[in-house]
């Protein structure tokens, strides 16, 4: 059974992390992301240098927003840019609570 340790937290976004199986699940409007912990700083790497106003995009009713595409090609990840800071903020949050628990615990 996975212990979950809750590395950042908000209304919106939830990342967690299950150190015995070395995952970390990003729980955000109703998408759950699982990565390895590899893959989850590979994807913070790929996706932190991103700007919002160079990958903006309009919806059908005028909001701007990225899109971002994941490994399915019919799911992609939509973020408005409150989000996209929001996101950011809680992704560094976690990273670095990933690392004092893994100081802590060496």
């Known amino acids: 059974m996975c212990k979950t340790t809750v ?4 209304q919106n976004i939830t990342i967690a992390q299950c150190s015995n199986c070395k ?3 990003i729980w955000r409007s109703g998408v759950l992301m699982n990565f390895s912990f590899e893959q989850f700083d590979a994807f913070y790497i790929a996706t932190k240098k ?4 160079d990958y903006r995009e309009n919806t059908p009713d005028g909001k701007e927003v990225v899109i971002l595409s994941t490994p399915f090609p019919d799911i992609s ?3 408005t840019r409150e989000e996209w800071k929001e ?3 809680k992704i560094d949050e976690a990273l670095y609570m990933k690392r004092v628990y893994e100081l802590v615990h060496q």
């Not at 590395?7 to 908000?10: M, R, V, Y």
């Not at 991103?50 to 106003?53: M, N």
């Open 23 to 25: 995952v970390l699940n």
């Open 87 to 89: 996101f950011f903020i």
């Open 77 to 79: 990840l939509v973020f």
């Open 7 to 10: 590395l950042a937290q908000n």
């Open 50 to 53: 991103l700007h919002f106003d």
